[in-house]
């Protein structure tokens, strides 16, 4: 390493030198390789060839390291530009016949701080990393608090209580969730399904699945197994579960009409904000009127005088044309007479140039024919190429043409021979994979077999419990909301019976009238639908949760 270190040492110096005295890169050169006649043949052959490298691409050289200073060396000092550059030079043209290796040692040779800095980040923890381990933690306490309730279920059995009383305070204070991290949800996206259409998976969709039925047959074999040994069920936790839902979508619901209700009351505001603008608009278009009178009859007389000052224009026109005829006359003749100069002196230019051309044609034949009897004349051949013969620069590992040839036909059959061991490997690699895919979509087929009859049997609960109509809402902000619409709805209708408004405008609205009708209608009927989807949803999920503690 130190025997390269020199030779990189030697090169930079005489970089140094070069930039500072800017001169001629073939005399720089001349003097260097006069400088290192004291080294061995090897070193001096070495650096005179990579500082040769150096100064014919300077100017790409320059450009890279400049770049390298803007991104990513703001710490390293303006002194070793030099050193980057012939570090630049290495790696990019004289990569391949140095080697990999050799390289390296290069490289190693150098201050450790100076050649090996890349940033803070690479040392650090990607993001996605630390979001999937606070997910990890998070999914590790909801396992624990589910089992602390399966706990406290096992625990409660063990007391007498009748079926209709909900959980004590306490059991309540330690079902309660602890504070937990703030943590990064994704939106809720909603999917299509379509009907019985066929969907190719890819590897990882297939591997995925068959790990997630696995998990699943896995967790209900535990279940088994502990109701085997004697465990509880969530039958009466559930029940009460079932109760706070059922409430908490009654207030959804009473909600989402004091919304709508409030939408409503806002339109009728609305309606009568543009009632009182409409008698607004009446008012100003009468002003409106009056004053465009007044201007349209100025306008009228300011065109009677300037019909007459036109005519009085066109008089003295008239007059000032008569004048201008006999000026016409005289100019044309003025400009006739300087034609025909014109004439005369063009017909002079033309002859002189026809001459001057005649004299460039025959200079020319006379330099065409120099020209062939040069041609003629015969031609010293090249000097022959040996292509077995060594060059002799003093480089190491310096090769003939053909010694070269020979090489790099044995490298070429060398990494054929290695392209078909790694393909050899690579089929049998795919050919055990394809069989373990195969055998993961045959148990992916049964948990899907087995699942849709599951889904068919809720399907016909859900059913069953769907009969049922949804009861009117009696909140309290519900009615004051209503009593308010009403109100409002009184008032615009006074409001419009006002108001004069002509027979073509009211036949405009009454479309919008019954459009507006039917969107409230519509409104009405999609609240309805959501009530009883939601309760449905929540007989689903009671009844489910009952079924998987049976």
Not at 396 to 404: A, I, N, P, T, W
Not at 499 to 504: E, G, T
Request: charged content about 35%; overall charge positive.
């Amino acid at each position: 390493m130190a025997y390269y270190g020199k030779c990189i040492e030697t090169v930079i110096g005489q970089l140094d030198k070069f930039k500072a005295k800017k001169g001629s890169a073939e005399q720089f050169l001349e003097t260097a390789s006069t400088a290192l006649q004291t080294l061995s043949p090897q070193k001096q052959a070495f650096i005179l060839e990579v500082l040769s490298g150096c100064l014919e691409y300077q100017k790409l050289l320059a450009v890279v390291v400049d770049a390298f200073y803007v991104r990513a060396g703001c710490l390293c000092p303006r002194a070793d530009h030099s050193l980057f550059e012939v570090i630049c030079y290495l790696a990019t043209f004289q990569l391949e016949e140095l080697g990999f290796q050799l390289f390296c040692d290069i490289v190693r040779s150098q201050p450790v701080d100076k050649m090996r800095k890349v940033p803070r980040s690479t040392y650090q923890p990607p993001k996605e990393q630390q979001l999937l381990e606070t997910t990890k933690r998070h999914n590790r306490w909801k396992a624990e608090e589910l089992l602390l309730r399966a706990n406290m279920e096992e625990m409660r059995c063990a007391v007498p209580r009748s079926r209709g009383e909900p959980p004590t305070q306490d059991s309540q204070k330690t079902l309660q969730p602890r504070l937990l991290p703030r943590i990064l949800k994704t939106p809720k996206l909603t999917f299509y399904k379509t009907n019985n259409v066929p969907v190719k998976l890819n590897t990882a969709a297939i591997l995925r699945e068959g790990s997630l039925y696995q998990r699943q047959v896995e967790k209900e074999l535990e279940r088994v197994d502990k109701l085997v040994d004697g465990a509880g069920d969530f039958s009466e936790f559930l029940e009460w579960q079932r109760k706070v839902q059922a409430e908490g979508r009654e207030e959804q619901l009473a909600a989402s009409e004091c919304h709508r209700l409030q939408g409503k009351l806002s339109h009728e505001e609305a309606i009568l904000a543009r009632q009182r603008l409409v008698q607004g608009n009446k008012e100003k278009a009468d002003q409106k009127k009056e004053e465009t009178a007044e201007l349209m009859q100025q306008c009228a007389e300011r065109r009677l005088q300037e019909e007459r000052s036109m005519k009085e224009l066109v008089r003295r026109v008239a007059e000032v044309q008569k004048n201008v005829k006999v000026a016409q006359t005289k100019l044309l003749r003025g400009r006739q007479q300087i034609v025909q100069e014109v004439i005369e002196e063009s017909r002079e230019l033309l002859q002189r140039s026809a001459e001057a051309a005649g004299e460039e044609q025959k200079r020319r034949r006379e330099l065409i024919s120099q020209l062939r009897a040069l041609e003629t004349q015969p031609v010293r051949q090249g000097k022959l190429v040996d292509l077995t013969q060594i060059p002799g620069y003093g480089l190491e590992g310096e090769m003939s043409v053909v010694e070269l040839r020979e090489r790099l036909a044995l490298l070429k059959e060398t990494r054929r021979r290695e392209e078909e061991e790694k393909r050899d490997q690579i089929i049998q690699g795919k050919r055990a994979r394809s069989q373990e895919l195969q055998n993961v979509v045959e148990q992916i087929s049964l948990c899907r077999a087995a699942m849709g009859r599951s889904a068919a049997l809720r399907w016909e609960e859900r059913k069953a419990r769907s009969a049922a109509p949804a009861a009117p809402s009696q909140d309290e902000r519900v009615l004051e909301l209503q009593r308010k619409v009403e109100e409002k709805a009184a008032e615009r209708q006074r409001q419009a019976a006002l108001l004069r408004v002509p027979a073509p405008r009211a036949a405009h609205r009454k479309p919008r009238a019954q459009l507006e009708a039917q969107h409230w209608l519509e409104l009405e009927q999609s609240r309805e639908r959501r009530l009883r989807a939601l309760q449905r949803s929540g007989s689903v999920c009671g009844h489910a949760r009952r079924l998987e503690a049976a």
